[in-house]
């Protein structure tokens, strides 16, 4: 059994990985070379994915059950944003392009950044996985990485056409979680 639930843990990781990881090349636009800051993001994400892997041989820990759901959720925002994106894909993260449109449907009416929440919700499954305290350094990493990427891309949105239709977003729609006044309304 213990076996079984580690390779399931495994193989549900990966899943969310490889999903993540066609996202950068088969959704996202780029307006030119890939970004430094999406470089450094890509390069730890597939070391700590490894770094999964590896300690994951050990075996998952009792809470793989929760473990599989974050990855289950994870995947579910990450599909809802892809198909709330699918006709005007957003560009990838630290890119520096202008803003030209805004996203308010699916995924985007509760959160601001549902791509991010996806990711965070992997590297936190990732954790509870592994159960080592060296193992939540992933997520802490990224939660910094992710959060310095929305807060650049809410600033292009403050300096473009779109300034005031995004602060009236911003105040509706979470950054990575929702609002419960958007949840308790919707």
């Excluded at 993540?20 to 070379?33: L, P």
């Excluded at 959160?111 to 080592?132: C, D, E």
Aim: charged content about 10%; glycine content about 10%.
């Amino acid at each position: 059994m213990h076996t079984m639930m580690t390779i399931l843990t495994g193989l549900s990781g990966a899943a969310c990985f490889g999903a993540f990881s066609w996202g950068v090349k088969g959704h996202f636009r780029q307006t030119g070379a890939m970004p430094l800051g999406m470089k450094v993001t890509s390069g730890l994400s597939m070391v700590g994915f490894a770094w999964f892997l590896w300690h994951l041989t050990a075996g998952a820990g009792a809470a793989w059950p929760v473990a599989l759901g974050l990855f289950a959720g994870a995947l579910m925002v990450f599909a809802w944003a892809i198909w709330a994106t699918r006709q005007t894909p957003p560009t990838l993260a630290f890119d520096t392009d202008q803003p030209s449109f805004l996203l308010r449907h699916g995924p985007y009416q509760y959160v601001r950044h549902p791509f991010y929440l996806a990711y965070l919700m992997f590297w936190i499954g990732t954790a509870v996985a592994v159960q080592s305290v060296l193992a939540w350094a992933a997520p802490l990493i990224f939660v910094a990485l992710y959060f310095d990427a929305a807060t650049r891309e809410e600033r292009k949105f403050a300096t473009s056409e779109l300034a005031n239709a995004y602060a009236a977003y911003r105040a509706k729609a979470g950054m990575f979680l929702p609002r419960a006044a958007t949840l308790l309304a919707g």
